[in-house]
Nanobody, 115 residues
Framework: QVQLVESGGGLVQAGDSLRLSCAASRSIFSFDFIGWYRQAPGNQRELVATITRDGTTNYADSVKGRRTISRDNAKNTVYLQMNSLKPEDTAVYYC?????????WGQGTQVTVSS
């Protein structure tokens, strides 16, 4: 059973920082990639950042320079450091991992940014 569990969300003010965590139930090297996605009310789920098995990172243009994805191999955890948060960053943030052709999603963690 593959599980991904997000944590670290919360209510913050504009300009604050948060670090989200995505803990995997198995080695993160078993995933082709692990990524962070977000879904705001009324919007489609969108990519924020991904990190591949070999450590290559990719970011959505809208968050470049304000987000850093990283991992702790020993803890089987992928992080998303979010700086300079804005009210428009308010969303549920999800972690997704892909193994071959199968995608595994976490349950999501709410991030709310007040102005």
């Amino acid at each position: 059973q593959v599980q991904l569990v997000e944590s670290g969300g919360g209510l913050v003010q504009a300009g604050d920082s948060l670090r989200l965590s995505c803990a995997a139930s198995r080695s993160i090297f078993s995933f082709d990639f692990i990524g962070w996605y977000r879904q705001a009310p009324g919007n489609q789920r969108e990519l924020v950042a991904t990190i591949t098995r070999d450590g290559t990172t990719n970011y959505a243009d809208s968050v470049k320079g304000r987000r850093t994805i990283s991992r702790d191999n020993a803890k089987n955890t992928v992080y998303l450091q979010m700086n300079s948060l804005k009210p428009e960053d308010t969303a549920v943030y999800y972690c997704k991992g892909r193994i071959i052709l199968l995608d595994y999603w976490g349950q999501g963690t709410q991030v709310t940014v007040s102005s």
